[in-house]
């Protein structure tokens, strides 16, 4: 695997133009994202970016927008902030298969080994791997690692789907949730309708689907979404005084949050740990489902 090794985190500033030019144009995939007979394939590139320093200020913003308190060290979802601009990067690269806005980020995993000091400095790789079928189409990774003085710290798993052209094999599967009734809540949110603008302040995750109402309709939604990624630091800072040193914690996008919303979070012991989710406080339709582990 070929490495890049960057001198900082990329600024989704300056990538968002390019996603947004491909999305509109639908221009063909460069060659050397597909195998000999038009198969997609993904670059096999891998992007570091070393000595990382926490923003104590940017922390603080964070913390504020996801509704964690204030403190010295990282949320478990914080490390993605520095980690997505790098996948950004390579979901934009020239030999990358799929046009990155048609692209839907299903599930997300992460392991934290402990907590991470803001003092620290983080070593950050990004990769894409795991191509493979899906029912709905065809679904990747995007794996990303931290590591602090040479010591593993952190590692997160994305999966994307890329919609259309779904194969057989194990993977095709239809793993639509059966009907059942939502869990007993925990609490209600409101959902603002500025969360998306917030969140893309402190992330710099500006996808128009997220910002405004009239730019998330030229891509077929009815309102602006939540980041899916903010909605699952929401319910880790629910959970916060249940957080363990070193954990586990596991995702699956269902339904969009369109905004505004009002719904329902929902906790339950669960293995050893705790399951969640969060359900549409009217409907009880599924925003979200997860699960809380040791690690």
Same mark, same amino acid.
């Given at each position: 695997?070929?490495?890049?090794?960057?001198?900082?985190?990329?600024?989704? &500033? +300056?990538?968002?133009?390019?996603?947004?030019?491909?999305?509109?144009?639908?221009?063909?995939?460069?060659?050397? @994202?597909?195998?000999?007979?038009?198969?997609?394939?993904?670059?096999?590139? $891998?992007? %570091?970016?070393?000595?990382?320093?926490?923003?104590?200020?940017?922390? *603080?913003?964070?913390?504020?927008?996801? #509704?964690?308190?204030?403190?010295?060290?990282?949320?478990?979802?914080?490390?993605?902030? !520095?980690?997505?601009?790098? *996948?950004?990067?390579?979901?934009?690269?020239?030999?990358?298969?799929?046009?990155?806005? #048609?692209?839907?980020? !299903?599930?997300?995993? !992460?392991?934290? =080994?402990?907590?991470?000091?803001?003092?620290?400095?983080?070593?950050?790789?990004?990769?894409?791997?795991?191509?493979?079928?899906?029912?709905? #189409?065809?679904?990747?990774?995007?794996?990303?690692?931290?590591?602090?003085?040479?010591?593993?710290?952190?590692?997160?798993?994305?999966?994307?789907?890329?919609? #259309?052209? @779904? +194969? +057989?094999?194990?993977?095709?599967?239809? =793993?639509?949730?059966? =009907?059942?009734?939502?869990?007993?809540?925990?609490?209600?949110?409101? %959902?603002?309708?500025?969360?998306?603008?917030?969140? &893309?302040?402190?992330?710099?995750?500006?996808?128009? !689907?997220?910002?405004?109402?009239?730019?998330?309709?030229?891509?077929?939604?009815?309102?602006?979404? *939540?980041?899916?990624?903010?909605?699952?630091?929401?319910?880790? &800072?629910?959970?916060? @005084?249940?957080?363990?040193? *070193?954990?586990?914690? $596991?995702?699956?996008?269902?339904?969009?949050?369109?905004?505004?919303?009002? %719904?329902?979070? &929902?906790?339950?012991?669960?293995? +050893?740990?705790?399951?969640?989710?969060?359900?549409?406080?009217?409907?009880?339709?599924?925003?979200?489902?997860?699960?809380?582990?040791?690690?």
């Amino acid at each position: 695997m070929a490495t890049q090794e960057l001198e900082s985190p990329p600024s989704l &500033a +300056g990538i968002y133009p390019r996603a947004l030019t491909g999305a509109v144009t639908e221009l063909p995939r460069k060659l050397p @994202g597909l195998r000999r007979g038009g198969e997609p394939e993904l670059p096999d590139l $891998e992007l %570091v970016v070393r000595d990382v320093e926490i923003d104590r200020e940017h922390l *603080a913003e964070y913390d504020h927008v996801c #509704g964690f308190r204030v403190r010295d060290e990282l949320p478990p979802t914080y490390p993605h902030m !520095i980690a997505f601009p790098l *996948a950004m990067k390579i979901m934009t690269d020239g030999s990358f298969p799929f046009p990155v806005m #048609g692209l839907v980020h !299903i599930e997300n995993r !992460i392991e934290q =080994k402990r907590w991470i000091s803001a003092g620290e400095q983080l070593d950050f790789t990004v990769r894409a791997e795991n191509l493979r079928n899906h029912h709905s #189409g065809r679904q990747f990774h995007l794996v990303a690692d931290a590591t602090s003085g040479g010591e593993p710290v952190w590692h997160s798993v994305s999966t994307y789907l890329k919609r #259309g052209g @779904g +194969g +057989g094999g194990s993977d095709s599967k239809d =793993k639509k949730d059966k =009907k059942s009734e939502p869990p007993k809540p925990s609490a209600f949110w409101k %959902v603002p309708d500025d969360i998306g603008r917030r969140y &893309a302040g402190v992330s710099g995750d500006i996808n128009p !689907i997220h910002m405004h109402s009239l730019s998330a309709r030229l891509f077929g939604f009815p309102s602006a979404i *939540a980041h899916g990624m903010w909605l699952k630091a929401r319910c880790l &800072a629910a959970l916060e @005084g249940l957080l363990p040193d *070193a954990l586990n914690v $596991e995702v699956a996008f269902k339904a969009p949050l369109l905004l505004p919303s009002k %719904v329902a979070f &929902a906790d339950w012991p669960a293995d +050893g740990g705790r399951d969640f989710a969060v359900h549409d406080a009217r409907k009880g339709k599924p925003h979200l489902t997860g699960s809380l582990r040791s690690a």
